[in-house]
């Protein structure tokens, strides 16, 4: 399942189904990630895993982060070149959540356009243990992506990797509504 939209000048946004870990035209994905840095569960469990030991030995010296910070490390055994952890904010608890789940996003891809990055790919940032409805973190991550994406030099293509079924169609309803037309297949 994918739905692909333009963004601008050259610039692409898609929304797929499948394993964030096997991006493989991908320069750099997003790790969910917790403060510290750590192995977890999810989508940080499934990308630690992925990338071996590593990973955390390199990221464990930027931690702590603070909501909606980011930062980036070699992505290891992962068909990568980078991964950007990036810290949403707790649902209920980070306040005001969609201002900070928007600025994780905006982050996380101004990181990587700084960086040169030519191609990104999210998951669902916040909506695991940290309790985003699904619907609502859809549309602040599209509007946000829909509304810097433009504004980058480098990066042309995100990719938002969607787990299972009802994200996929969270997110491809959002999008359809953001937009209007996309493009399916």
Known sequence: MKVRVKVGEGKVLELVRGDITKQKDI????????????????????????????????AKRYAPIRVSECVITGAYSLPNSYVIHCLGPVYGRDEPSDVLLSKTYENALRL??????RSIAFPSIS?????????????????????????????????????GE???????????????EVEEG
């Open 127 to 163: 909506t695991g243990i940290f309790g985003y409805p699904l619907e609502e973190a859809s549309r602040v991550a599209l509007s946000t992506i829909l509304k810097v994406l433009p504004t980058l030099k480098n990066v042309g293509l995100v990719r938002m990797v969607l787990w």
């Open 166 to 180: 009802e994200s996929f169609n969270a997110y491809a309803e959002a999008l359809k509504e953001l937009v209007g």
């Open 112 to 117: 990587a356009d700084s960086r040169g990055i």
């Open 27 to 58: 320069e750099a994905i997003v790790n969910s990630a917790n403060a510290l840095l750590k192995p977890g569960g999810g989508v940080s469990g499934a990308i630690h895993r992925a990338a071996g030991p590593q990973l955390y030995e390199e």
